[in-house]
């Protein structure tokens, strides 16, 4: 299990702390999405993957910037987390995130083959069936790390907004997953274990 605390001062060099993200640090947020993680069980690398998710940005998080990673920047991070770990974030940051609902879709058909896109040269990020779940996991973590809505923000309610989309994902991603949903929607937005 990863400490989160042992990795705070390098997300502070990285300069995460100096990201607003709703009503908290980046970091703080990056911290919660992990340890939701750790709670899915999902495997060590994607834990720390998802502790470092915003390294970058996102479609959703100061995509302005996503041209401009520079392969000093990615050689920073893959210092702290290793080179694989790294990919799985570069990967996360420069998704589209159209083209991960369509990966999805085309996933839970049987022998379906994700089609993961890079939003800023339209080509395909070659991904296999499991590292495309492991990337859809780290979003699942990084969806509800927004749970419970934050008072007094401006920016769009994904949880609520696409809670339809998500209750699917945390389903077909299976029990570990359906457990971390349901303990942090809590019962408005319930997955039954049994029908799952």
Not at 87 to 98: E, G, K, P, R, W
Not at 132 to 140: A, S
């Amino acid at each position: 299990m990863i400490d989160v605390e042992t990795y705070r001062d390098d997300l502070v060099r990285l300069g995460m702390h100096k990201v607003a993200h709703q009503d908290v640090t980046l970091v703080d947020h990056m911290f919660r999405a992990c340890e939701i993680l750790q709670d899915m069980k999902a495997a060590e690398n994607i834990c720390m993957a998802g502790l470092f998710h915003g390294a970058y940005g996102t479609e959703g998080l100061h995509n302005d910037d996503v041209e401009l990673i520079p392969d000093s920047r990615r050689a920073e991070v893959r210092a702290v987390v290793g080179p694989d770990v790294e990919q799985v974030i570069f990967n996360f940051s420069v998704m589209s995130y159209a083209s991960l609902g369509k990966s999805f879709r085309k996933v839970m058909r049987p022998n379906g083959v994700p089609e993961l896109k890079d939003r800023r040269t339209g080509e395909d990020i070659p991904l296999d069936r499991e590292q495309f779940l492991d990337i859809l996991r780290m979003k699942l973590g990084d969806v509800l790390a927004h749970m419970p809505t934050q008072v007094g923000h401006t920016v769009l309610d994904m949880p609520t907004e696409f809670a339809g989309f998500w209750k699917v994902a945390a389903e077909y991603l299976g029990p570990d997953a359906i457990n971390t949903w349901n303990k942090i929607t809590g019962e408005e937005l319930w997955i039954d274990p049994e029908l799952s």
